[in-house]
């Protein structure tokens, strides 16, 4: 009666969630504060003052059809503008309002894209390890199109291009990058960006067909010390999936973009069809309200100060406690290789302490675990004991 597929997705949440909803159920066992989640991406960094003082003005000025009636489809288009003028001062581009579709945050611009690529279920999307385990579902069941895999470089998380290459064939239809990275925290450097654009443009060439770049970018404000390279400035065939639930700390406002460069082979083709795809999505428009919000964020600066000290706090315990990992560039994750070599292990064990962590198996990187740490400051220093009783743990077995 019902799509099997469906039911089953339905029925089983990812990992991440299902260790978010654990440390629900145990906080009512043993506390709130004595269950140290960090399972989930969800900012502990309150939204800018600005957001709020933006909201009471339009609430107290503005009437309620102005606040929550429909915008067109792509966005309202003076919102739009903005977006586009804030862009081009901060990349030097040439954007305007007509390149970009405003979305219920980057799942949707993600699904828009895979949707209106898709020309045949032989179609094939490539993400590189570690990746975000919602892109399968994306595009398997949203877009029904193939998914796969390259392996991951875990020495410096970049691109292994070996591997890369090997994956790549006529039915390519797009990459899928990821920087900053969730879940490894790796922003892309400028040689990584110049030599995966050679790649695409060699591959396009020789299979007589581009094969488009799917930049995922929610964490693009988050990096602490070399920005993460703006990749339509890299590669023309680059569509751009944004969303302001971590630089803002709106997760659950879900209000983000999808922009498609006027450089992009047969750009207003690809538009239109991503135009299309949001409409058989049944997207409708993007959240009338957080639209306006986002009008007024251009040029404004992102909090991440609270980030990079949690980052610096957790990687000084975990090297004392013997972890190895590569320290993050961006994002708010860490992703140490664990002792043993079984990340879906050693994280059955920290639930035993109540310590939630993700395992890298569903990431496409066994033997690592995420550490999501967009958390209270103390949450982190009353856990380090924790991650250093069970690497004791392990080095104590014969």
Known sequence: MFSKEMVRRGSQRSVIRELFEYGNQRAKIVGRENVFDFSLGNPSIPSPDWVGQEL????????????HSYTSAPGAEEVRRAVAEDLNRRFGTDYTADNLYLTAGAAAALSACFKALTTAPTDEF?????YFPEYECFVCDGAGAQFRVTPPETE?????FDGLEACLNT?????????PNN???AVYTPQTAERLAELLRRKSE???????LISDEPYRELVYDAPAPFLPNYYKDTLVCYSWSKSLSLPGERIGYVLVPPSLTDSAQAYAAICGAGRCLGYVNAPSLFQKVIAQAGGKPVEIEAYRKNRDLLCEGL???????TVPGGAFYLFPAVPGGDGEEFCRRAMKQDLLVV??????????IRISYCVAEDTIRRALPIFERLMQEYQSQP
């Open 183 to 185: 879940p490894s925290g």
């Open 126 to 130: 490539v993400a590189i390890a570690p």
């Open 206 to 212: 020789e299979y007589g067909h581009p094969i488009f």
């Open 56 to 67: 009471q003005t339009m609430l107290q000025t503005q009437t309620p059809i102005q606040l």
């Open 156 to 160: 410096t998380f970049q691109i292994d």
């Open 171 to 179: 039915n390519t239809k797009a990459v899928i990058v990821n920087s």
């Open 359 to 368: 395992p890298g198996e569903g990431f496409g990187c066994p033997g690592h």
């Open 319 to 325: 090297k004392k406690a013997g972890y190895t990992f």
